[in-house]
Protein backbone atom coordinates (compact mmCIF):
# COMPACT_ATOMS: atom_id res chain seq x y z
CA UNK A 1 0.00 0.00 0.00
CA UNK A 2 1.05 3.85 -0.82
CA UNK A 3 2.41 5.80 2.18
CA UNK A 4 0.74 8.64 0.02
CA UNK A 5 -3.18 7.00 0.63
CA UNK A 6 -5.03 9.54 3.06
CA UNK A 7 -6.39 7.99 6.25
CA UNK A 8 -9.54 7.68 7.34
CA UNK A 9 -10.02 7.09 11.19
CA UNK A 10 -12.81 5.45 13.17
CA UNK A 11 -14.66 5.60 15.90
CA UNK A 12 -17.81 4.95 17.36
CA UNK A 13 -20.06 3.18 19.86
CA UNK A 14 -20.92 0.92 17.46
CA UNK A 15 -19.28 -2.01 19.47
CA UNK A 16 -17.60 -5.22 17.30
CA UNK A 17 -19.60 -7.36 17.57
CA UNK A 18 -22.32 -6.28 15.04
CA UNK A 19 -22.09 -5.82 11.53
CA UNK A 20 -22.28 -1.93 11.49
CA UNK A 21 -18.66 -1.35 11.80
CA UNK A 22 -18.58 -3.33 8.85
CA UNK A 23 -21.32 -1.59 6.73
CA UNK A 24 -19.29 1.54 7.29
CA UNK A 25 -15.89 0.65 6.26
CA UNK A 26 -17.95 -0.91 3.39
CA UNK A 27 -19.54 2.33 2.59
CA UNK A 28 -16.06 4.13 2.30
CA UNK A 29 -14.20 1.34 -0.08
CA UNK A 30 -16.99 1.64 -2.31
CA UNK A 31 -16.27 4.49 -3.64
CA UNK A 32 -12.34 5.15 -2.84
CA UNK A 33 -10.32 2.22 -2.21
CA UNK A 34 -7.00 3.82 -2.02
CA UNK A 35 -7.43 4.39 1.70
CA UNK A 36 -5.58 3.66 5.06
CA UNK A 37 -8.68 2.90 7.25
CA UNK A 38 -7.79 2.53 10.75
CA UNK A 39 -9.85 2.25 14.13
CA UNK A 40 -9.43 4.43 17.14
CA UNK A 41 -11.92 2.76 19.21
CA UNK A 42 -15.65 1.18 18.56
CA UNK A 43 -16.28 0.30 22.08
CA UNK A 44 -16.91 4.36 23.32
CA UNK A 45 -20.28 3.27 25.91
CA UNK A 46 -23.16 3.79 23.98
CA UNK A 47 -24.70 7.32 23.26
CA UNK A 48 -21.62 8.68 25.50
CA UNK A 49 -20.40 11.69 24.07
CA UNK A 50 -18.61 13.15 26.36
CA UNK A 51 -16.39 9.92 26.41
CA UNK A 52 -16.44 9.87 22.62
CA UNK A 53 -14.69 14.06 22.63
CA UNK A 54 -12.45 12.35 25.43
CA UNK A 55 -11.28 9.88 22.98
CA UNK A 56 -11.08 11.59 20.06
CA UNK A 57 -9.43 14.59 21.40
CA UNK A 58 -6.85 12.62 22.90
CA UNK A 59 -6.16 10.60 19.65
CA UNK A 60 -7.25 12.82 16.34
CA UNK A 61 -3.93 15.13 16.33
CA UNK A 62 -1.73 12.23 16.67
CA UNK A 63 -2.09 11.09 13.41
CA UNK A 64 -0.64 13.18 10.11
CA UNK A 65 -2.30 16.35 9.07
CA UNK A 66 -4.90 15.80 6.31
CA UNK A 67 -6.28 12.62 8.56
CA UNK A 68 -10.06 12.15 8.00
CA UNK A 69 -11.88 11.48 11.16
CA UNK A 70 -15.28 9.61 11.16
CA UNK A 71 -16.85 10.10 14.75
CA UNK A 72 -20.30 9.01 15.42
CA UNK A 73 -21.92 8.69 18.95
CA UNK A 74 -25.14 9.20 17.90
CA UNK A 75 -28.52 9.44 20.84
CA UNK A 76 -30.76 11.04 18.26
CA UNK A 77 -29.48 8.83 14.88
CA UNK A 78 -32.51 9.03 12.96
CA UNK A 79 -33.60 12.14 13.82
CA UNK A 80 -33.46 15.18 11.79
CA UNK A 81 -30.10 16.86 13.39
CA UNK A 82 -27.40 17.68 11.28
CA UNK A 83 -24.63 15.48 9.60
CA UNK A 84 -21.26 18.08 9.85
CA UNK A 85 -17.83 18.34 8.63
CA UNK A 86 -15.41 20.32 9.88
CA UNK A 87 -11.53 21.12 9.20
CA UNK A 88 -9.58 22.18 11.89
CA UNK A 89 -5.57 22.03 12.13
CA UNK A 90 -4.97 20.48 9.09
CA UNK A 91 -7.38 17.44 10.29
CA UNK A 92 -11.54 16.53 8.79
CA UNK A 93 -13.88 15.25 11.20
CA UNK A 94 -16.89 14.01 10.17
CA UNK A 95 -19.92 13.90 12.98
CA UNK A 96 -23.57 14.43 14.01
CA UNK A 97 -23.64 17.63 15.42
CA UNK A 98 -24.34 16.81 18.92
CA UNK A 99 -21.21 18.16 20.51
CA UNK A 100 -19.00 15.37 20.23
CA UNK A 101 -16.40 17.94 18.32
CA UNK A 102 -16.43 20.37 21.68
CA UNK A 103 -12.91 19.23 22.96
CA UNK A 104 -11.61 20.42 19.75
CA UNK A 105 -12.56 23.56 19.99
CA UNK A 106 -11.36 24.73 23.65
CA UNK A 107 -11.40 28.51 22.88
CA UNK A 108 -15.24 27.61 21.76
CA UNK A 109 -16.92 29.12 18.45
CA UNK A 110 -14.07 31.78 18.40
CA UNK A 111 -11.69 28.58 17.48
CA UNK A 112 -10.90 28.74 13.67
CA UNK A 113 -12.39 26.22 11.72
CA UNK A 114 -14.35 25.39 8.36
CA UNK A 115 -17.54 23.63 8.68
CA UNK A 116 -20.46 22.63 6.57
CA UNK A 117 -23.74 20.48 6.58
CA UNK A 118 -23.16 17.25 4.85
CA UNK A 119 -26.16 17.56 2.53
CA UNK A 120 -24.38 17.03 -1.05
CA UNK A 121 -27.29 14.66 -2.40
CA UNK A 122 -24.47 13.55 -4.77
CA UNK A 123 -22.93 11.30 -2.09
CA UNK A 124 -26.33 9.10 -1.75
CA UNK A 125 -26.17 8.07 -5.78
CA UNK A 126 -24.69 5.22 -5.27
CA UNK A 127 -26.86 3.49 -2.43
CA UNK A 128 -30.11 2.36 -2.03
CA UNK A 129 -32.28 3.36 0.73
CA UNK A 130 -31.73 0.64 2.50
CA UNK A 131 -27.47 0.51 2.57
CA UNK A 132 -27.99 4.27 3.41
CA UNK A 133 -29.99 3.27 6.46
CA UNK A 134 -27.39 1.26 7.50
CA UNK A 135 -24.20 3.69 7.41
CA UNK A 136 -25.73 7.34 7.15
CA UNK A 137 -23.79 9.16 4.90
CA UNK A 138 -20.36 9.40 7.02
CA UNK A 139 -18.46 6.76 4.93
CA UNK A 140 -19.41 8.17 1.58
CA UNK A 141 -18.43 11.71 3.09
CA UNK A 142 -15.10 10.72 3.89
CA UNK A 143 -14.46 8.74 0.66
CA UNK A 144 -14.99 12.07 -1.15
CA UNK A 145 -12.71 13.86 0.99
CA UNK A 146 -9.85 11.21 0.54
CA UNK A 147 -10.64 11.55 -3.12
CA UNK A 148 -9.30 15.40 -2.77
CA UNK A 149 -12.92 17.06 -2.96
CA UNK A 150 -12.55 20.09 -0.79
CA UNK A 151 -14.90 20.85 2.47
CA UNK A 152 -17.38 22.72 0.59
CA UNK A 153 -18.48 20.13 -1.99
CA UNK A 154 -20.09 17.98 0.84
CA UNK A 155 -22.72 20.53 1.30
CA UNK A 156 -23.62 24.20 3.07
CA UNK A 157 -21.63 26.14 5.14
CA UNK A 158 -21.95 26.69 8.26
CA UNK A 159 -20.88 29.56 10.25
CA UNK A 160 -21.85 27.51 13.96
CA UNK A 161 -21.55 23.95 15.19
CA UNK A 162 -23.13 22.32 18.58
CA UNK A 163 -20.67 22.93 21.14
CA UNK A 164 -20.49 22.24 25.56
CA UNK A 165 -18.56 24.47 27.76
CA UNK A 166 -16.58 21.34 29.36
CA UNK A 167 -15.85 21.66 33.43
CA UNK A 168 -12.58 23.37 34.33
CA UNK A 169 -10.75 23.09 37.87
CA UNK A 170 -11.18 25.31 40.17
CA UNK A 171 -7.83 26.32 42.10
CA UNK A 172 -6.27 28.97 44.17
CA UNK A 173 -2.86 28.80 46.59
CA UNK A 174 -5.13 26.48 48.98
CA UNK A 175 -5.90 23.72 46.33
CA UNK A 176 -7.79 22.19 43.34
CA UNK A 177 -11.04 21.05 42.64
CA UNK A 178 -11.65 18.89 39.81
CA UNK A 179 -14.11 15.96 38.69
CA UNK A 180 -13.46 12.84 37.16
CA UNK A 181 -14.10 13.29 33.78
CA UNK A 182 -13.10 9.81 31.94
CA UNK A 183 -12.70 6.15 33.27
CA UNK A 184 -10.82 4.31 31.03
CA UNK A 185 -10.84 0.07 30.11
CA UNK A 186 -8.63 -0.20 32.92
CA UNK A 187 -11.17 1.51 35.95
CA UNK A 188 -8.61 4.45 35.89
CA UNK A 189 -10.12 7.70 37.02
CA UNK A 190 -8.86 10.35 34.76
CA UNK A 191 -9.74 14.17 36.39
CA UNK A 192 -9.95 16.95 34.46
CA UNK A 193 -6.53 18.47 36.24
CA UNK A 194 -3.59 18.68 34.29
CA UNK A 195 -0.44 17.71 36.28
CA UNK A 196 0.87 21.66 34.98
CA UNK A 197 -1.75 23.25 37.24
CA UNK A 198 -0.30 22.18 40.44
CA UNK A 199 3.50 23.26 39.36
CA UNK A 200 1.93 26.71 39.41
CA UNK A 201 1.58 26.28 43.30
CA UNK A 202 4.02 25.84 46.35
CA UNK A 203 3.80 23.19 48.55
CA UNK A 204 5.26 20.62 50.99
CA UNK A 205 3.14 18.23 49.83
CA UNK A 206 -0.76 16.90 48.70
CA UNK A 207 -3.39 15.62 50.10
CA UNK A 208 -6.05 14.26 46.92
CA UNK A 209 -9.68 13.17 48.25
CA UNK A 210 -11.78 10.96 45.68
CA UNK A 211 -14.22 8.55 47.09
CA UNK A 212 -12.80 6.92 50.11
CA UNK A 213 -9.45 7.21 49.18
CA UNK A 214 -6.71 10.44 50.39
CA UNK A 215 -3.64 10.21 48.15
CA UNK A 216 -0.79 11.49 49.50
CA UNK A 217 1.59 11.66 46.41
CA UNK A 218 1.53 12.03 42.63
CA UNK A 219 3.61 8.61 41.81
CA UNK A 220 5.90 8.26 38.10
CA UNK A 221 4.37 4.91 37.60
CA UNK A 222 1.35 2.20 38.97
CA UNK A 223 4.56 0.48 40.24
CA UNK A 224 5.75 2.81 42.85
CA UNK A 225 2.61 1.32 45.01
CA UNK A 226 2.28 -2.54 45.63
CA UNK A 227 -0.30 -4.55 43.60
CA UNK A 228 -3.88 -3.37 44.79
CA UNK A 229 -3.16 -0.68 46.38
CA UNK A 230 -4.75 3.08 45.34
CA UNK A 231 -2.24 5.98 43.93
CA UNK A 232 -2.31 8.51 41.16
CA UNK A 233 -0.39 9.44 38.14
CA UNK A 234 -0.19 11.73 35.41
CA UNK A 235 -1.62 9.73 32.94
CA UNK A 236 -1.25 9.89 29.50
CA UNK A 237 -3.27 12.71 28.57
CA UNK A 238 -1.32 15.06 30.80
CA UNK A 239 -3.98 15.04 33.60
CA UNK A 240 -4.08 13.35 37.09
CA UNK A 241 -5.73 9.76 36.67
CA UNK A 242 -6.57 8.04 40.33
CA UNK A 243 -5.33 4.30 39.85
CA UNK A 244 -5.13 1.28 41.23
CA UNK A 245 -2.08 -0.44 40.37
CA UNK A 246 -3.49 -4.35 38.32
CA UNK A 247 -6.78 -3.28 39.81
CA UNK A 248 -9.77 -1.16 39.08
CA UNK A 249 -9.82 2.44 40.89
CA UNK A 250 -13.88 2.69 39.70
CA UNK A 251 -14.69 -0.43 41.26
CA UNK A 252 -12.27 0.00 44.22
CA UNK A 253 -13.97 3.10 45.08
CA UNK A 254 -17.39 3.01 43.81
CA UNK A 255 -16.35 6.51 41.65
CA UNK A 256 -18.59 7.28 38.20
CA UNK A 257 -17.53 9.88 35.98
CA UNK A 258 -18.51 13.79 37.32
CA UNK A 259 -17.72 12.52 41.26
CA UNK A 260 -15.02 15.43 42.34
CA UNK A 261 -11.34 15.06 42.96
CA UNK A 262 -9.98 17.47 45.42
CA UNK A 263 -6.50 18.68 45.94
CA UNK A 264 -5.38 19.75 48.86
CA UNK A 265 -2.13 21.79 49.25
CA UNK A 266 -0.39 20.99 52.45
CA UNK A 267 2.41 24.56 53.45
Known sequence: MSEGWPIITLT???GTGDFYV??????????CRAVHLTDISHDIPP?????????????AFLYPEKTIHIVVVDPQVRTNRKIIAIERNGHFFI???????????PDGQDT???AVQINNP????????????KH???GPAAAMLAKGAPLSELGQPLTEIKSYRWAKPVHDSNGIQGWVVHIDTFGNLISNIPSSLIDLYEYKSIKLYTGTSII??????????PDGETTAITGSSGNIEICVNKGSAAELLGVQKGAPVTIVFQK
Open 95 to 105: SPDNGLLSLLL
Open 22 to 31: SALKSSILRI
Open 112 to 114: LFD
Open 216 to 225: KQICSTYDDV
Open 47 to 59: YDIMAGAWVLQNA
Open 136 to 138: DIY
Open 122 to 133: VLWDSFSESEIA
Open 12 to 14: TDF
